[in-house]
């Protein structure tokens, strides 16, 4: 219903997966009983001014307009399916002592490459949250990656940019560039007390 905004991401060699939970457990971060896919339908529908369907191929985006509804089959057979997950059931992991957790805790999805341990691209959320860790600079300390990081604010404030990172704005940072919290954020970081609170409410941030 209405408009809807978003970013999109694609591979070109291998799948997303889920991440390998290694000692969590069973349970937490995306947890495959929140992916939902749709139920077989049928739709009988024409509209005068035809539905666009778009394909992609070899690189490039083609378009073709037809009258009746191209939903307007019952199942598909195969492996493939479409889904889609909300984002609000991410189960999150994080530190409860001191000191800052690798941002690989907040993965919903991979896509490994043929190297063990290294991703063609990681699709990481930074979802509301509580932060508790004593003696620590709690916001994303300042570092260099050895891939390049693209972030995007799906909704509110993002907690080291707090006034100039707007929704539907994105950053890239390419490999090894140094990069971390504006310097308000830095200067509030460094002085409030470490007390249990809440973080991202009403926030969501995703980053590749």
Request: a negative charge.
């Amino acid at each position: 219903d209405g408009l809807t905004r978003g970013y999109m991401l694609e591979v070109y060699d291998g799948h997303f997966t889920l991440p390998d939970l290694g000692p969590i457990g069973a349970n937490g971060l995306a947890n495959p009983r929140d992916f939902l896919i749709p139920t077989a339908a049928f739709e009988e529908r024409k509209i005068a001014d035809g539905f666009i369907v778009f394909n992609k191929f070899q690189g490039h985006l083609f378009s073709a307009r037809q009258l009746h509804s191209p939903f307007d089959v019952v199942a598909w057979h195969g492996n493939y399916t479409p889904y889609k997950y909300n984002l609000d059931n991410f189960c999150v992991v994080n530190s409860v002592s001191f000191d800052h957790l690798d941002p690989s805790i907040f993965t919903v999805l991979t896509c490994q490459s043929n190297k063990p341990g290294t991703a063609i691209a990681d699709f990481v959320i930074f979802p509301p949250r509580w932060s508790v860790q004593e003696h620590t600079f709690r916001l994303p300390y300042y570092h260099r990656n050895c891939m390049s990081e693209f972030m995007g604010l799906i909704k509110g404030a993002y907690e080291a940019k707090e006034d100039g990172f707007c929704a539907g704005g994105a950053t890239l940072h390419s490999m090894m560039t140094p990069h971390g919290p504006d310097a308000q954020g830095f200067h509030k970081s460094s002085t409030i007390p470490c007390e249990p609170k809440r973080v991202a409410d009403g926030t969501m941030v995703r980053r590749t």
